[in-house]
């Protein structure tokens, strides 16, 4: 009798992944999200690690492929919440118009804000890193 090796995934995959997997003799257990709320969940997951991918990309070719894989996920958040393509650029356009855009290359390395101020709880939740003096 053979024995298996099991592996926990988690995760979503495109639709041909565990036909291919078993045509390599893996044995898949599989789950379809019926939830909307799960799957648009999942998607979101699934967009980070794409991103992650993307990030560790070493060569044109598979930062080609990453990113391709995080318009996928992008498109199907898209869709499955109704957003068009043109609300999206509005929104990007908005941005750039009140914030400008990244063609600066400006990298905030820290930044300062009086002791009184009520900026200081924003960026505390907004997840800034508070650095203490010695």
């Known amino acids: 009798m053979k024995k298996y090796v099991k592996f926990l995934a988690r995760k979503l995959v ?12 893996v044995k898949c257990q599989l789950e379809t999200l019926t939830q909307r709320h799960q799957f648009l ?6 967009l980070v690690e794409e991103s992650h ?10 930062l080609i492929e990453e990113i391709s894989d995080v318009m996928d996920i992008v498109y199907l958040i ?6 068009s393509m043109e609300a999206i650029i509005e ?6 118009k009140s914030r400008g855009g990244f063609d600066k290359r400006l990298f905030l390395h820290n930044f300062e ?3 009184e101020s009520e ?6 939740k907004s997840g800034y890193q508070e650095i203490v003096p010695n």
């Open 14 to 25: 495109r639709d041909e992944i565990p036909r291919l997997m078993e045509l390599q003799g």
């Open 41 to 46: 969940y999942q998607l979101k997951r699934k």
């Open 53 to 62: 991918e993307v990030f560790s990309s070493k060569d044109i070719n598979s």
């Open 78 to 83: 898209m869709r499955e919440n109704r957003i």
């Open 91 to 96: 929104s990007s356009n908005s941005k750039k």
């Open 113 to 115: 804000v009086d002791s």
């Open 119 to 124: 900026l200081i709880e924003k960026y505390r």
